[in-house]
């Protein structure tokens, strides 16, 4: 482990200083607690420190309590956790539910994540399961050792455990209560310190059935805590990955080919004449420029004149929508089939058909990827904001032959990625860059390289079939999707400097849990959802925020606004027929009514309101058809005459069962509100026959200021119910609301986005032409 | 190495430079260790890295260490500090306005711009004036009400 006590970010603690830093650790032992009642618990003084060997070694298993926390003597906490914060507020949520169990307040929880060398792997962070495995797993291990401790503690007082309580590092007599829940600890009683032996340590298994609090005895979690990184965050003290600076590092700017898959023929130096230590790094057709100073680093990049052969394998995002029809299928799967869908539609009242597209879109990191490796001694040091940095660890040991034991990944913040961004190409940079230098390297990607080579949210082709009653209602539905297959390994993206360094790495292609939601959550006698699994795709496949779900609930929630306009029926009413679950009605009434919403079928009759078209739309999601209760309604005024959309409210009711922290929480729905508005008005990738062409914010638009609208959350808090994640839920039904709202303004259905201005206006031309001289 | 004379939060500070045509971000986080107007596009595009240059509200990527000679630079290390923050840095604060918060320092940045002109901004005011600053996670509204807070508290 390389060390670097002049840099000024001490981020680089090793295991040693860790220890050093905390003179005592609690550790749990369970040789003696596996029988019962013989509980001992060691008191882990490092062993470097007592006897100058070896630093002892912070256990990262997960199934031991010492991987999850450490106890300090005065009673703190240290938590340790393999999931990452990315802005979403698991720093204050797992916190919460730690010091829930542990009866502490959260500033005395202090949270280290992400670090390989110190926290147990938890699973990347992703699929909004920061707090559903992250989060619960901590609450576990604090339980665990809570409940060791006031046996221990039972025993020491000979008081009953039931009437012991653990309050800010001390137990004693619950006053006036036999649970554990009171916060008033009697005079009589000990602090944790005293419990603890200086006997050899043996380690504690986290018992996963640990006795949680109940839900009415909660004080901590359900509370709007302040988020502990906002103040850093806001007065430029927060450290980012973008911020590290190692001694003796060099800046590295990577240079993409000028094509996808195209060779690198040539490279001319001469232009890095005059460009204060600049110098060309190449493997194969991997090529980057270095110097000790990052502005060389840039104008090296830009100076260096390389050819590279040319490569035209893309089909060009022109007419994407018919490529992906006539794509290879590497295999086809059926989500879920009841009854005899074909029979149900041909034996229906009315048939309906439509067919609904999502382009390829970004992660649009608002800053670049980052990333900082020291590669040395067959192993390695890597800064990153990845997600997944125990993934990491072992993946990229095994690309860059290096020994796993002697790699460490340490998660950093870093602009919002959303998914898989660029930040684990740009850690593979760092690392091939740091190995063949043999220098510290920082490896800061400009933006046309965040743009143009962040692995990819997917393409979605959506067909949809229905038949209804003579009422309206539906009998039968058919999904039928195209989306890229899973091929690989779990989770495999690969990486672009092994793969241009001519580097073996796992082939594989990853977009997530994409086919989730194609199929509708209402009631009906015959439902087919399949999925034709595209063999490739044009560009490289990640997971985006609510991976597949936003597109697929575009389609579906749309499609049902189509057969609800066409049997008159209200949309909320419509919806509210196929629905059984009293938490799907609650929130699809409550979205409704926050909004004012009038009990009408769409379009809306008067619509016309000062030059513009308004109306109004609603969309609801049983997110992953297993978790969160979603409805959002929106009102938007569309403008004829330009074809502008601006979204003027939204309204989301939102459970996802126990709300750990209500603002943190509110905070992420807003957000993906506010994000899936953007990507349904705005965001397409654009690329031609050889590459991604809308490289910058000009060419990939995002959502800005003035298009905010007003947002109103209700959150449903369910305490008793189990907690889900909802990182990413309410991204899911937006997209629909927003296309349904401007069929309610407009009477003209928009089935594929973005909705950019043209597109809407041509839309409203051409439906105003066939309504003048229908075929 | 030429030498650029400027002030940075109050303080003189001479710096040197191989090419006058830096742009200042790179002098601010690499030179002179102020790492809080961040590296976004370098295009102007998103204004991250957002300072004040006289009082006006500037893309510090795009400038050069040749245009601040002489001049006044404000980064928000310039402003407060979490146990004394500035208005503006303490209505974000108490409005939660932030997630990943890469965009949040240009964003206080450009506020600060504002209210050195307007001290009463309408919120259309508000708007326009963060027009040219991107935040990804969203969080527009929350930034909003911590502008209207400001503005309210005076």
């Given at each position: ?10 981020i ?26 013989d509980?001992?618990?060691a ?10 060997s ?20 005065d ?18 949520a797992i ?25 147990p ?40 455990v039931?009437?012991?309580?653990l309050?800010n ?11 554990k ?14 419990l ?22 909660l004080?901590v ?24 600076t190692?001694?003796?590092?060099l ?23 005059g ?10 057709n ?7 100073d ?7 990049s ?52 439509a ?5 390829c ?7 670049p ?12 040091t ?14 990229f ?43 510290p390297?920082?490896v ?11 692995p990819?949210?997917?393409q979605q082709?959506?067909d ?19 989306v ?13 400097a ?13 977009p ?21 699994r595209?063999?490739t ?41 196929g ?71 939204v ?15 509110q ?24 590459r ?11 959502l ?7 947002v109103?959350?209700a ?7 189990p ?10 039904p ?20 973005p ?21 | ?24 971000l ?7 260790n ?25 893309r ?14 404000v ?12 208005p ?22 450009s ?27 969203g ?7 911590a502008?209207?807070?400001v503005?309210?508290e005076?």
């Amino acid at each position: 482990m390389q060390r670097h006590p002049e840099n000024p970010i001490s981020i680089e603690m090793s295991r040693r200083q860790i220890l050093k830093t905390a003179a005592l650790i609690v550790s749990f032992g369970t040789g003696a607690i596996q029988s019962e009642g013989d509980a001992q618990i060691a008191l882990a003084v490092p062993s470097d420190a007592a006897s100058g060997s070896a630093p002892a070694a912070k256990p990262v298993d997960p199934g031991l309590v010492d991987s999850f926390l450490a106890m300090h003597p005065d009673g703190s906490v240290t938590i340790y956790t393999g999931k990452v914060d990315i802005g979403t507020g698991l720093r204050i949520a797992i916190r919460q539910m730690a010091a829930e169990e542990l009866g502490l307040s959260t500033d005395r929880i202090a949270l280290v994540e992400g670090d390989t060398a110190l926290t147990p792997d938890q699973g990347s962070t992703g699929g909004s399961t920061g707090l559903t495995r992250g989060g619960l797993e901590v609450r576990k291990a604090a339980a665990t050792a809570r409940d060791v401790l006031l046996r221990l503690a039972a025993q020491r007082l000979q008081i009953p455990v039931e009437q012991l309580a653990l309050v800010n590092g001390r137990i004693g007599r619950a006053e006036g209560s036999e649970s554990k829940t009171n916060t008033r600890v009697p005079s009589k009683d000990i602090p944790v310190s005293e419990l603890l032996s200086d006997s050899a340590r043996v380690d504690l298994k986290v018992d996963f059935h640990a006795n949680l609090k109940h839900h009415l005895a909660l004080q901590v979690i359900g509370r709007p805590i302040p988020r502990p990184d906002i103040p850093a965050k806001c007065t430029g003290g927060e450290r980012y990955v973008q911020d590290l600076t190692l001694p003796n590092m060099l800046h590295a700017r990577v240079i993409r080919p000028a094509s996808i898959e195209a060779k690198l023929l040539a490279v001319d130096e001469t232009p890095l004449r005059g460009i204060p230590g600049a110098r060309v790094v190449r493997v194969e057709n991997f090529l980057a420029v270095t110097a000790k100073d990052e502005w060389a680093a840039i104008r090296a990049s830009r100076a260096l004149k390389a050819t590279w052969s040319d490569a035209a394998t893309l089909p060009g995002s022109q007419d994407l929508e018919k490529h992906v029809r006539e794509m290879p299928i590497a295999a086809e799967e059926t989500i879920v089939e009841r009854g005899d869908s074909a029979a149900g539609i041909r034996g229906a009242t009315k048939q309906m058909a439509a067919t609904y597209f999502w382009p390829c879109q970004s992660h649009g990191s608002l800053g670049p990827s980052c990333a900082v490796a020291d590669v040395r001694d067959g192993g390695a040091t890597i800064w990153t904001s990845s997600q997944g940095t125990h993934h990491m660890r072992v993946s990229f040991s095994k690309i860059f032959g290096l020994d796993v034991d002697k790699v460490r990944v340490i998660y950093l913040d870093g602009a919002g990625s959303y998914g898989g961004n660029g930040n684990d190409d740009a850690a593979a940079d760092a690392v091939l860059i740091s190995k063949t230098v043999g220098q510290p390297v920082r490896v800061q990607w400009m933006r046309h390289d965040e743009h143009g080579w962040d692995p990819k949210g997917p393409q979605q082709l959506i067909d949809l079939r229905a038949g209804v009653d003579r009422y309206g209602r539906i009998v039968a539905w058919e999904t039928e999707m195209w989306v890229p297959a899973m091929l690989g390994p779990t989770g495999t993206i690969p990486l672009l400097a092994p793969a241009e360094a001519g580097i073996a790495q796992p082939s594989g292609q990853w977009p997530g849990m994409i086919a989730q939601n194609g199929d509708p959550p209402y009631l009906m006698q015959h439902l087919k959802a399949v999925a034709h699994r595209t063999q490739t795709t044009p560009l490289r496949p990640s997971h985006l925020r609510a991976p597949g779900k936003v597109a697929n609930t575009f389609a579906v929630e749309c499609f049902t606004d189509e057969l609800a306009a066409d049997a008159g029926t209200d949309p909320v009413t419509y919806r509210e027929l196929g629905l059984s679950d009293f938490r799907a009605i609650d929130v699809l009434r409550r979205a409704a009514s926050m909004i004012g919403w009038k009990n009408r079928p769409s379009p809306n009759p008067s619509a016309k309101r000062d030059g513009l078209l308004i109306g109004r739309g609603i969309a609801y999601t049983h997110y992953k058809q297993s978790e969160n209760y979603i409805a959002t309604a929106m009102e938007v005024a569309v403008d004829p005459a330009s074809g502008k959309i601006t979204v003027q409210r939204v309204t989301c009711a939102h459970d996802c069962g126990l709300v750990v922290n209500p603002d943190s929480l509110q905070n992420q729905i807003e957000g993906s509100i506010l994000q899936t508005i953007s990507r349904t008005l705005h965001e397409e990738v654009k690329f031609d026959r050889s590459r991604v062409t809308s490289v910058d914010w000009a060419g990939y638009p995002i959502l800005r200021f003035p298009e905010a609208p007003i947002v109103t959350v209700a959150l449903i808090d369910r305490p008793e119910m189990p907690m889900l994640g909802a990182g990413e839920a309410s991204c899911a039904p937006v997209a629909a609301a927003l296309g349904n709202a401007v069929f309610d303004a407009t009477g003209v259905r928009l089935r594929a986005v973005p909705f950019t201005p043209d597109k809407v206006k041509a839309a409203l031309d051409k439906a105003a032409r066939e309504k003048a001289s229908p075929a | 190495m030429a030498a650029y004379k400027f002030q940075v939060n109050g303080r003189a500070v001479t710096v040197e430079s191989w090419d006058p045509a830096q742009p200042l971000l790179y002098v601010l986080r690499n030179t002179l260790n102020l790492h809080a107007a961040k590296f976004g596009c370098g295009l102007a595009q998103c204004g991250a890295c957002t300072v004040l240059v006289d009082g006006e509200a500037t893309r510090s990527c795009v400038t050069t260490i040749k245009q601040v000679a002489g001049r006044a630079v404000v980064t928000p290390e310039g402003l407060g500090t979490p146990e004394k923050p500035d208005p503006i840095q303490a209505a974000f604060i108490a409005e939660q306005a932030a997630q990943c918060g890469y965009c949040t320092s240009g964003m206080i940045m450009s506020v600060k711009g504002l209210l050195e002109k307007e001290s009463r901004p309408t919120t259309d005011q508000i708007k326009a004036a963060l027009a040219g600053n991107l935040c990804r996670c969203g969080t527009y509204v929350r930034i909003l009400r911590a502008v209207q807070r400001v503005v309210r508290e005076g």
